[in-house]
């Protein structure tokens, strides 16, 4: 079920563009959306700092006792990107999930527009997961970021990857999906779901839902998910200790600010 979804999803990202070509606009996204990266690069010049914030109690397990998990100790994460021109960034994160560290490159091969407007890009990188006990704490990625605008107000987005290690599988394989919902006044409204991967027993279907509000030279994204992962390893391989359900609801937030906007 999961394969025929993501290969629909990619057909109807693909076939649409390739039959009727049009020019279209340049959509006011960031370089992510919650978890997973978008098509697009930073500008060469402009520095963009990034703050992640996933409280680790559910909404339900915390309830009003606990203001709905907002007591709980939270998974605080900080990174740092630059954009070097020609579609192509890179970035420095740091999770304290695992204490782990992520660096990524990204280039932006094709933007939308009239001879092609599908948004493609290829993210590499690599995971060094620090917390000790680990016996393997290296692992590298390769993502492929799938884009297509519909009307003037829905991206859509299909993201493949492969991860050569996770904290319990070796050669991963995952696929995100996306959307961006851009509503007025500079409000969007950004959804994830990444299918639960099938090497793991335990594993479940993440989702993650974002309000988007952008002002110059910033993003504030107010977080719903279920899972805590906010790292290509853990996201594509669904395999975080103690695991996650389906109907599970964190909260948290994402702070972006860039330099200059």
């Given at each position: 079920?999961?394969?025929?979804?993501?290969?629909?999803?990619?057909?109807?990202?693909?076939?649409?563009?390739?039959?009727?070509?049009?020019?279209v606009a340049q959509p006011e996204l960031q370089t992510?959306?919650?978890?997973?990266?978008?098509?697009?690069?930073?500008?060469?010049?402009t520095m963009q700092v990034l703050f992640t914030h996933r409280f680790t109690d559910t909404v339900s397990h915390a309830g009003a006792g606990n203001l709905y998990g907002l007591d709980s100790s939270a998974d605080i994460g900080i990174g740092l990107a630059m954009g070097f021109g020609h579609g192509l960034d890179a970035e420095v994160y740091r999770?304290?999930?695992?204490?782990?560290?992520?660096?990524?490159?990204?280039?932006?091969?094709?933007?939308?527009?009239?001879?092609f407007p599908l948004g493609v890009a290829f993210r590499f990188g690599s995971d060094y997961r620090a917390v000790s006990g680990l016996k393997d704490r290296w692992a590298g990625f390769a993502q492929v970021v799938i884009a297509r605008r519909f009307g003037s107000s829905l991206d859509v987005f299909v993201v493949p990857t492969f991860v050569s290690d996770t904290p319990t599988l070796r050669k991963?394989?995952?696929?995100?999906?996306?959307?961006?919902?851009?509503?007025?006044?500079?409000?969007?409204?950004a959804g994830e779901a990444v299918p639960a991967n099938r090497d793991v027993s335990s594993s479940h279907a993440a989702w993650a839902v974002g309000f988007v509000k952008r002002v110059p030279g910033h993003a504030f994204l107010i977080y719903f998910g279920n899972s805590r992962a906010t790292t290509t390893d853990l996201i594509a391989g669904s395999d975080i200790p103690g695991g996650f359900n389906r109907g599970d609801v964190r909260l948290g937030f994402n702070?972006?600010?860039r330099f200059p906007e």
């Open positions: 079920m999961a394969r025929r979804l993501i290969l629909t999803a990619i057909i109807t990202l693909i076939v649409p563009g390739l039959v009727a070509a049009q020019d992510r959306l919650v978890n997973l990266p978008t098509h697009l690069a930073l500008t060469g010049g999770s304290a999930l695992f204490k782990e560290y992520e660096a990524a490159l990204k280039w932006t091969a094709l933007r939308q527009g009239r001879s991963a394989r995952n696929v995100g999906l996306g959307i961006s919902l851009h509503l007025p006044h500079a409000w969007d409204i702070l972006i600010r």
